[in-house]
């Protein structure tokens, strides 16, 4: 394979190597339905416990509190739809205009049902202030605010969105499908009653996540069929991919610091090293990995295939508006100009990645800048 640069980790991470190598138990060997009562389905059933326990610790939450889910796009949708239907009422409903396209979407299928949903916008740096909050609330049923936004990774207030949204009697959701792994969460501490993750975003494997749900609180499944995850999530468990997700989880959350460190130095010398002039969109309190930068008069489309064509992997927005040129709904939100929004590129660095790396992007786009 083709060596390359690999700069598009709010897309996707590379699967650590730990966790790849005990998936490969529950795909080759312990393979049974951990759901099946016979001695066969032991072992699979114990993993899972043990992996909603690891998960439960890492975000400080009670592992009954873990629902295993397909992947962050699940966990957002059961938590908007599955609170709104969970009696026959119609409500209001809050959230922010620059969530990813599975709770905007979620949201728009609310709206359908007749729900009335209110859509607060971020501020130029990129932040859902509380007072916005405070101004539109009206006896919501729920609040919905991303934790860490996916194309420019600020990080939101959600400690004093949660108070507010408590304070009139609503449910508060955050889709922290950027932040588990990367930052500190705590549940407790953020006093927040649900919580969408998805593993490939923190090293885990692909098409696996969790919602956390918090004790009492109302919601009805999306998913109908078997009686697994306490007969509110059907479908046959994914062993492998969750016994991967904790190993993943543990592992990030157990060297965040030094991670984090060492991201910042990578992001500080990719920024150092370019040497012409742009915008880096949102505000200091970011998730260290995640740049995204305005060129004027460049297009992002362009950069992000001269790029791939020298084995350098970037985006231009989110992974899932990769193949749409429109300008980015986050940047819209935040008030970016059309022809610098076009001119907006996304460079997610990990723990993998190193200042030489950093280096060497920032001087090839220094000189494609300049063609
Ligand atoms: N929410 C956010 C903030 C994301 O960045 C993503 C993926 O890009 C998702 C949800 C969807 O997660 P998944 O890819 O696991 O469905």
């Not at 995640?290 to 084995?311: F, V």
Request: negative net charge.
């Amino acid at each position: 394979m083709k060596r390359v640069i690999y700069a598009d980790n709010a897309a996707t991470t590379k699967l650590d190597i730990d966790a790849f190598e005990a998936m490969k138990t529950y795909l080759l060997d312990e393979y049974g339905n951990a759901s099946q009562p016979y001695s066969f389905s032991r072992s699979p059933k114990k993993a899972l416990q043990e992996a909603r326990i690891i998960i439960a610790s890492c975000i400080n939450a009670e592992p009954d509190e873990i629902y295993f889910t397909s992947g962050g796009t699940e966990s957002d949708n059961w938590a908007i739809n599955g609170t709104a239907m969970c009696d026959g009422d119609k409500h209001n409903i809050i959230t922010s205009q620059f969530e990813h396209h599975a709770i905007l979407r979620s949201f728009e299928a609310v709206e359908r049902m007749g729900h009335s949903v209110t859509y607060i916008k971020p501020n130029i740096s990129g932040i859902v202030a509380p007072e916005a909050l405070i101004q539109v609330i009206d006896r919501p049923l729920l609040v919905s605010i991303m934790l860490a936004n996916n194309e420019i990774g600020t990080i939101q207030p959600i400690k004093k969105l949660a108070e507010i949204a408590h304070s009139h009697g609503a449910y508060f959701h955050t889709d922290a499908v950027q932040a588990v792994g990367h930052i500190p969460v705590d549940v407790n501490e953020l006093d927040i009653d649900m919580l969408s993750a998805s593993a490939h975003k923190f090293n885990g494997p692909k098409g696996i996540g969790f919602l956390y749900i918090r004790k009492g609180t109302k919601i009805s499944p999306i998913i109908h069929g078997g009686s697994q995850e306490k007969g509110v999530r059907a479908g046959t468990e994914n062993v492998a991919s969750i016994v991967g997700m904790a190993i993943a989880l543990k592992k990030n959350c157990d060297s965040l610091t030094s991670s984090c460190n060492h991201i910042k130095k990578v992001s500080a010398a990719f920024l150092n090293a370019l040497d012409f002039e742009y915008i880096l969109n949102g505000n200091e309190n970011k998730l260290a990995g995640i740049n995204s930068i305005s060129i004027k008069g460049a297009s992002g489309e362009a950069l992000l295939h001269l790029l791939d064509l020298k084995g350098i992997i970037i985006s231009t927005g989110s992974a899932c508006d990769s193949i749409n040129t429109q300008v980015s709904h986050v940047l819209k939100a935040i008030d970016i100009p059309d022809d610098l929004a076009l001119g907006t590129i996304r460079i997610s660095f990990d723990k993998n990645n190193t200042i030489e790396e950093a280096v060497t992007i920032a001087q090839i786009l220094n000189k494609l800048v300049k063609l």
